[in-house]
């Protein structure tokens, strides 16, 4: 209790301070003249003046205030992927039992069992920083840690002036056999070779032979006898765009912790070089610089474009020696560098003697191959020198009716193109009718496989998308999609629609119309299923310990269906639908958490030592250490106690206030002082 003067004027001090200034003038001069009494009226004013000052005793009313304990419990995948989650939990029932039991504490708790989203490895000091950062320091009693030692945020300096005790779950005779990853590059070129450098490490069998597997995208690539301890360069083929995953595992030993981290991964990002496009256009017409531009606009293709000119049955007497046109490549291009390129582009092409039909029975097997073949039809496919009638015609998907439609109608996206990535979410086709622009031509034809994605003039065929072989070919059967390009009766989305077939037949992952894909950010998984089906089967995901949860996904486009899920453990995880199998790895390939499951006394230590804490292990069945309230400076650990700060912070909770002139004893020094001055002026 603080007990002090103060004063609470009836009037204003300035007032108070001019009475007592006359009064002293007054006396003052009384005392000068030697006028009898004076010096009782000075005594007399100065009363008075102090009765105005309402002069009191205050004496403040505190309670004390309970210290702040935090119990911070790590769940963390070490813990859980080791067995020591439930002895965890048993200790913290048993800690806080304690300190609940202990008078004077504030106990506040806070379990640990996701990765920190901007952190790797296990995080303990941030959430227990941010669990008491309401708390002023000197009202916090300490901290006590239940962990297996594996804390990765341990700062240099202790965070408060209290002591930080560590409860170690786990044995000090633990083994763990794991695989690190070295070395691993983030991109490579696709159809590229790159080298991951792997080690495996076990403390127990250092320099024995091991046996390494190694998996490309969950299939198996090769065994190899690899030494404990050593570091291992692995070839690593890059043969798609997208992440290629390489998983490098070796067999569990008896007595290990857990084989969680027998396997580690390696993300490598697959970029293609500039794609190759070769586009021939069979004449000049309206609509051959629509195709030239987009080609040309998108930095990541290497466009060459031939445009017919003169064929070679144009006789009309003009000197060789004379013309300005180059000769058409035709066997460089169609023979001896085929196979480089990623996409070949017919835009109105028919047979005018340019092309020998050796060179179309190449292009044929270039698609079943691999390659891709995109046919931009004019009127020349509804003719007798349509390439439909060359060697080339066994991989397209339509065949020619013999008939051009000659009439406006409008483009529109079908059922199945509804579905389809290519043609799905079309600017304009949330309208009906859509509000892009009409055509005016159409090739009929008959479809003889594919899947229509576009209709045109009564609902003939109009966009054929197809696989033949291991390659693709699309089919556009009109030649009127430059009217979207020159904004006709306000155009319609030719770029979105052309881009999108173009990176179709190159295979871009993302345009894949049946895919199962797992999108993993800090802490979830996002399950995708791209299908032209009308229902999703249900996918089977199983997580990096092995444990498998069955996911219904939910429609969320025409197509596409999703699941969002958390990911509690850092890792690989692998999905499938019984057909189609999609791998994700949450967190960093390599993480921290992962390195050493091993329980550690050593990393905690200095931190406890600094705060008078202590480190102890902990088994399963031991119950809690006995709790102390200490003062500060004390030891604050003993060999089966813990002891924490005892706080001396406390609380108003009321003022008491004693007037001095109030009341009997206020009347009676006034009166007095007066009667005091009428005694002295009698005399």
Not at 229 to 253: K, L, Y
Not at 540 to 559: H, K, N, R
Not at 605 to 616: E, K, Q, S
Request: glycine fraction near 8%.
């Amino acid at each position: 209790m603080n007990t002090a003067f103060t004063f609470a004027p009836f009037i204003p001090f300035a007032a108070v301070a001019i009475f007592a200034a006359v009064g002293f003038i007054l006396c003052a001069l009384g005392v000068a003249r030697r006028v009898r009494g004076s010096l009782v009226r000075l005594l007399a004013v100065a009363a008075f003046a102090l009765a105005l000052l309402n002069p009191a005793l205050q004496s403040e009313v505190r309670e004390p205030l309970d210290g702040v304990v935090a119990v911070v419990v790590d769940r963390s995948q070490s813990q859980r992927a080791a067995g020591r989650a439930d002895d965890a939990d048993a200790m913290a029932a048993s800690v806080l039992a304690r300190l609940e039991a202990t008078p004077g504490l504030d106990v506040r708790t806070v379990t640990i069992d996701r990765p920190a989203p901007d952190r790797d490895g296990t995080v303990l000091f941030t959430p227990l920083s941010d669990l008491l950062s309401d708390v002023p320091p000197d009202r916090i009693a300490g901290a006590v840690l239940i962990t297996d030692g594996q804390v990765h945020d341990i700062p240099a300096d202790p965070p408060f002036d209290a002591p930080i005790h560590a409860l170690i779950t786990g044995s000090p005779d633990e083994r763990d056999r794991r695989v690190e990853i070295v070395a691993a590059p983030r991109f490579g070129l696709v159809d590229s070779m790159q080298t991951i450098v792997v080690r495996v490490e076990d403390a127990a069998t250092e320099g024995e032979m091991v046996t390494l597997t190694v998996k490309v995208d969950d299939v198996l690539a090769e065994e190899r006898e690899v030494e404990i301890g050593e570091d291992v360069s692995i070839a690593a083929p890059i043969d798609h765009g997208g992440d290629n995953f390489f998983q490098f595992e070796v067999a569990p030993v008896e007595g290990e912790l857990t084989a969680v981290n027998n396997t580690a991964v390696a993300i490598v990002e697959g970029v293609r070089e500039n794609l190759r496009v070769l586009l021939v256009s069979g004449e000049p017409h309206a609509g051959e610089r629509t195709w030239r531009n987009l080609l040309k606009s998108d930095a990541a293709v290497d466009l060459v474009h031939f445009t017919i000119l003169r064929p070679p049955e144009k006789q009309d007497g003009t000197p060789i020696n004379e013309l300005s046109l180059i000769a058409f490549p035709t066997r460089e291009l169609f023979s001896q560098k085929i196979d480089e390129f990623d996409l070949i582009v017919f835009d109105r092409y028919q047979r005018r003697n340019v092309l020998p039909a050796l060179y179309f029975d190449n292009i044929a097997q270039y698609v079943l191959n691999g390659g891709a073949v995109l046919i931009a039809a004019g009127p020349d496919y509804a003719g007798s020198r349509s390439i439909y009638n060359t060697p080339l015609g066994i991989a397209l998907p339509a065949a020619p009716s013999g008939e051009v439609v000659e009439e406006p109608f409008r483009p529109e996206v079908s059922d199945r193109g509804a579905r389809h990535p290519v043609t799905r979410d079309l600017p304009g086709d949330d309208a009906e009718p859509p509000t892009w622009s009409r055509w005016f031509r159409q090739i009929d034809s008959v479809q003889l496989g594919g899947e229509t994605v576009m209709t045109g003039a009564n609902g003939a065929p109009l966009v054929v998308l197809s696989r033949e072989g291991e390659g693709r070919v699309a089919m556009m059967l009109s030649d009127h999609i430059w009217l979207w390009a020159r904004g006709y009766d306000g155009g319609g989305p030719h770029v979105q629609l052309l881009r999108r077939l173009s990176h179709w037949l190159m295979k871009e992952p993302e345009l894949e119309e049946e895919a199962l894909r797992l999108t993993t950010g800090p802490g979830t998984l996002l399950i995708e299923r791209q299908t032209l089906a009308e229902t999703a089967e249900p996918v089977t995901l199983t997580d990096p310990s092995g444990e498998e949860t069955e996911i219904v996904l939910a429609e969320a486009a025409p197509g596409l269906w999703r699941a969002s899920i958390e990911a509690a453990d850092m890792g690989l995880y692998r999905a499938t639908d019984g057909t189609l199998t999609a791998l994700g790895h949450v967190g960093p390939a390599n993480p921290l958490e992962a390195q050493d499951l091993r329980s550690d006394t050593e990393a905690l230590g200095p931190i406890a030592a600094a705060t008078r804490g202590a480190v102890r292990r902990v088994g399963p069945g031991d119950g809690a250490p006995r709790v102390l309230l200490r003062a500060p400076g004390r030891a604050m650990a003993g060999g089966d106690w813990m002891g924490l700060k005892r706080s001396e912070a406390s609380e108003l909770v009321g003022v008491d206030r004693t007037p001095l002139f109030a009341g009997f004893l206020g009347l009676a020094i006034l009166l007095a002082a007066v009667s005091g001055t009428w005694w002295r002026e009698g005399r």
